[in-house]
């Protein structure tokens, strides 16, 4: 039995601000996180800027008092990941032993799932390197594997690793709203957040659970994360970055590359049924769940790293989710793909939304949050969902930036109805994920 799907609320976290209000009137007001890297000294990286959370933002105010020594464990990636979740349960009006430990909550522990999308999560180096200083071999300055093993080691916090197992963002919702149903944790790179809303819906809709917290959360404004990144070759360089509010052009003639941004999104999945039943109120209602797809980029002359210059796998993954749906292409009012600022990715996706879209693209909306917020790694999926969420239930479009020479007719800023969104993305790596929302 398949059950029907809502998406009722939203938990969005990026440098525009934490929840749905700060991002949404920074994404219609057309304004941008974008700005020099603060976390660290990244001016010999590359590319100096990206897009942070504000600095105000302490995980401490997102969990239950009872909770607040565990904070002490958690890395970025979890910090954010927990206060997406809180955001998103509170939007929804869930009750849960997380946003009311006092009361009875909305549905019981083991109906509740959680499946979060998560990266790879760098260790912090001022805690490496307190340790590596002690593991000096005779020579006092080169580094010995025997001293590490035996003393380095000692140094760090008997906790250390549980800061930096990626499942962990998924363990630390699930233990604080009481979740017992079915988690999982999706580590595929920029297709995480995704994967991990089809994970819930599955789990849904065949009856293992009645509400799922999904989506994803990264950062990875790290100097060891952040170095890699750069080696990706996808980010803008210094001569593009002069004016970073203006440096990613997603599917514009000009787009040099991306630049990195740190949070995501959680969502909240219930079953029809069910929130039906638990009284749930028809305003918290963003959206349907109609469909999700999944595949593989294959790219043999770059090893998948960047899509085929057709999207065949995106095209694959966007009409699986429309054949879920049984939807057409026509449907489709507004579509949010990956949008990355960079031609190697950008093109392949508008070749995808040509194949889908046919004659109608020039008159589609697709919109590239990350022109605002950056690309949020394993959370772009989520936070791109929330945006679509919003577009259905708000009937308003955000500002289109710097696409003052889209590619391939991809200019439209607006539509006659907003009633079927797709969002798609495809990660470092080639997995392809795509999902179907509809104006409830």
């Not at 209000?21 to 219609?28: D, I, K, S, V």
Request: with cysteine; glycine share 12%.
């Amino acid at each position: 039995m398949s059950r029907r799907v809502y998406l009722t609320g939203v938990g969005p976290v990026s440098g525009l601000g934490l929840g749905i209000e700060p991002n949404w009137t920074g994404l219609t007001e057309g304004g941008s996180a974008i700005g020099p890297v603060k976390a660290f000294d990244a001016s010999a990286m590359g590319c100096p800027i990206a897009a942070e959370v504000p600095e105000d933002f302490k995980v401490r105010n997102f969990v239950p008092k009872t909770y607040r020594k565990a904070t002490k464990v958690m890395a970025r990636d979890i910090e954010l990941a927990v206060a997406a979740a809180d955001l998103a349960a509170r939007d929804a009006g869930l009750v849960t032993k997380g946003t009311d430990p006092d009361s009875d909550p909305s549905y019981a522990p083991d109906r509740m799932g959680c499946h979060i999308g998560a990266g790879l999560i760098a260790a912090d180096l001022d805690e490496l390197t307190a340790a590596l200083v002690t593991s000096a071999g005779e020579s006092g300055k080169d580094f010995d594997i025997h001293h590490w093993g035996q003393e380095g080691m000692e140094k760090l916090t008997p906790l250390w690793l549980l800061k930096y197992l990626p499942n962990m963002l998924a363990c630390h919702v699930t233990i604080i709203h009481d979740t017992h149903g079915p988690s999982n944790t999706i580590t595929c790179g920029e297709a995480s957040g995704g994967l991990s809303v089809g994970e819930s819906l599955r789990v849904i809709q065949r009856g293992q659970a009645d509400l799922c917290f999904c989506g994803g959360a990264e950062s990875k404004l790290n100097p060891m994360a952040y170095l890699r990144q750069v080696m990706t070759g996808r980010l803008v360089n210094d001569a593009d970055s002069t004016d970073p509010t203006n440096a990613v052009r997603p599917f514009d003639q000009n787009a040099k590359g991306g630049v990195l941004g740190e949070g995501g999104g959680i969502v909240t999945l219930e079953c029809v049924d069910a929130f039906e039943e638990r009284g749930g109120d028809p305003a918290n209602i963003y959206a349907e769940v109609l469909g999700f797809g999944a595949s593989q980029t294959v790219n043999p002359a770059t090893r998948n790293r960047t899509p085929d210059a057709e999207g065949r796998g995106i095209v694959s993954a966007a009409r699986a989710a429309l054949r879920e749906a049984g939807l057409d292409t026509d449907a489709v009012d507004v579509v949010i793909p990956f949008g990355l600022g960079h031609a190697e990715w950008d093109g392949p996706e508008a070749a995808a939304l040509r194949t889908l879209l046919g004659d109608r693209l020039p008159s589609v909306p697709v919109l590239a949050p990350k022109a605002s917020v950056g690309n949020l790694g394993a959370g772009s999926g989520g936070f791109d969902l929330c945006v679509a969420a919003k577009v259905l239930k708000e009937q308003q479009l955000p500002a289109t930036l710097n696409r003052d020479h889209p590619i391939d007719g991809l200019g439209a800023t607006s539509a006659d109805k907003l009633d079927v969104a797709l969002v798609f993305a495809t990660g470092l790596g080639g997995q392809n994920t795509a999902i179907v929302l509809k104006k409830v």
